[in-house]
């Protein structure tokens, strides 16, 4: 089936575990709950008429509103994707001048359009905010980023969005305590919260004493949940597992993120699931990590390299 999505860009996004996520989620369940929705990616995903999204960024939470309400259309969004691309393409110092202008205005503002277009010619599609609240990634030095081609892209990404969100849907700006709060012994809770003792680019930071209050709102909830966190990389291990998640059913997987503009900044990481219910997912998947797709054509250019070399000689 296909992934859908979302027209909102961020560091970490789930897009390529949502089918694992997909395989833990408990049959039956009558609503989707998220307190850390984030971009939507994972709840766009999981076939609910009903949910309830939540995140700490506002910004992120206006933006769907607008769609479920019709204030963002694709024809609004592709009118404006045109109207401030042409604009970025045209402005003095490779487009900085215009991506900064929308900074502005959208700290100023909180226009939600605004906020899209930043999401998408920020640099290396993260979203970060000063302690003022307002937005603080560089530009992406693409001044030519909104072709027609890419504005179609986003424009098709809100349309699928569009046909998701329900009027049964609703969206919050709370703290997590009280979205967990909400749930009965029929929803199913999933929780994607910033990871301890690793960058986040989210709205506000995450602290060991959050960690121990999300731990506590999950110990004591009668729904069930899926918490996705790290579990171990090549250098460390995460200690939130010992201390809390090992009263948990915890599932892991080998995974690949990226911090950064260049290959060599890609790193491996264990992924861990962590639930409350009973699941046929194997424990574990360590050693068959997917490769990112340049590096395995770079290890397929120098194998040819070699066998050129070797039948020259």
Known sequence: MRIITPPLK????????????????????????????????????????DAVLNDINPHIISFYLAIQTRTITPGSARLYL??????????????Y???????????????PLDF??????????????????????PFCKKPGRFSQAYVTKIVNQIKDVREIITPEWKFYNKDFE??????????????????????????????????ERLFHALFQTRARFILSTWHHNAYRKNDMIHRFWRYFNVVTRDYFYHSGGKLENRRAIVEALVFNFESSVRAHNHGVVEKPK????????????????????
């Open 82 to 95: 045109e109207k401030e691309g042409n604009a970025l393409r045209l402005a003095g110092n490779d487009g």
């Open 116 to 137: 899209l277009f930043l999401s998408r010619a920020g640099f290396n599609g993260m979203m970060r905010f000063n302690k003022k609240g307002g937005w603080n990634i």
């Open 10 to 49: 961020s560091q970490g996004i789930k897009t390529k575990l949502v089918p694992w996520i997909q395989a833990v989620c408990p049959r039956g369940c009558a609503r989707w709950i998220e307190p850390f929705s984030g971009t939507g990616v994972v709840a766009f995903n999981m076939h609910f008429f």
């Open 178 to 211: 009280e979205i967990i709060g909400m749930a009965d012994t029929d929803d199913v809770i999933y929780c994607d919260p910033p990871y301890f003792g690793r960058y986040v680019d989210f709205y506000n930071g995450w602290t060991e004493r959050d960690e």
């Open 294 to 313: 340049q590096l395995v054509l770079m290890e397929k250019r120098a194998k040819y390299s070699v066998k050129e070399k070797t039948a020259v000689s």
């Open 97 to 111: 001048e215009h991506y900064r202008f929308i900074r502005d205005r959208f700290n100023k503002e909180h226009n």
